[in-house]
């Protein structure tokens, strides 16, 4: 009856052993160990204890050797960074935290590998672009289930959670969540347009056609 958890798509984020995902973070995940030494990588300290999440899980991406461009989805042979020919590119977990630069409403039922019942009425899902600071990229992902449009806002700041893109019956498969970090009056409301802020996307925006 055991299912097995699978990430929908395989090396992109770690994979948490236990815990549903489902569930707001209880903070008690323990965490496999693969993510050790992985402390010079966060570095704000504004992340350490203000908040309950598994904080071992992290989207991974490829930093190119030679000229530090940062790749999500992950790049591993060649570096796509113009005049840049470089070939060693290293896994890198991506910031746990990233600011929301959009979002929109999911109305419509993602093709596959999106695992969902055509027999079942779509419900809608908030999928959010997540501007990311240090790698200045964005990433999208979905919002966890009880987190409708209604709850974001440009600007906002929300965090990694492990989530659940769908389950059959024999496999539940794992994907990430952008969630709002609850802390209130954080957030930068004054900005008023990602569009303006820095940090354009530059060409490594992905992930959008696997949601
Ligand atoms: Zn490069």
Same mark, same amino acid.
């Given at each position: 009856m055991a299912r097995t958890r699978k990430p929908v /798509? $395989? &090396?992109w984020f770690t994979e948490t052993e236990a815990g549903t995902g489902t569930e707001a973070g209880t903070g008690t995940e323990a965490g496999d160990g693969t993510e050790a030494g992985d402390g010079t990588e966060a570095g704000d300290g504004t992340e350490a204890g203000d908040g309950p999440g598994p904080a071992d899980f992290r989207l991974l991406g490829t930093r190119c050797g030679a000229c530090g461009a940062v790749f999500f989805p992950r790049e @591993? #042979? #060649?570096? +796509?960074? *113009?005049g840049c020919d470089g070939t060693d590119l290293t896994e890198v977990p991506l910031s746990r935290r990233g600011t929301v630069w959009s979002y929109t409403d999911g109305r419509y039922r993602p $093709? *596959? *590998?999106? /695992?969902?019942? $055509? =027999?079942v009425p779509w419900q809608p899902r908030a999928l959010v672009a997540v501007e990311l600071a240090a790698e200045r990229m964005v990433v999208l992902g979905q919002a966890p289930p009880?987190?409708? /449009?209604? %709850?974001l806002r440009v600007g906002m700041e929300v965090e990694l959670v492990p989530g659940v893109l769908g389950e059959d019956t024999e496999t539940v498969w794992t994907t990430w969540w952008w969630r709002p /970090? =609850?802390? @209130?009056?954080? &957030? =930068?409301?004054? +900005? !008023? @347009?990602?569009?303006?802020? %820095?940090? +354009? *996307?530059? &060409?490594? !925006?992905? &992930?959008g056609r696997d949601l």
């Open positions: /798509v $395989p &090396g @591993d #042979f #060649f570096c +796509r960074a *113009p $093709p *596959p *590998p999106y /695992v969902s019942d $055509p =027999e009880d987190v409708s /449009v209604a %709850a /970090v =609850e802390t @209130d009056g954080a &957030g =930068e409301t004054d +900005r !008023t @347009d990602g569009t303006d802020g %820095a940090g +354009r *996307p530059n &060409g490594t !925006t992905g &992930g």
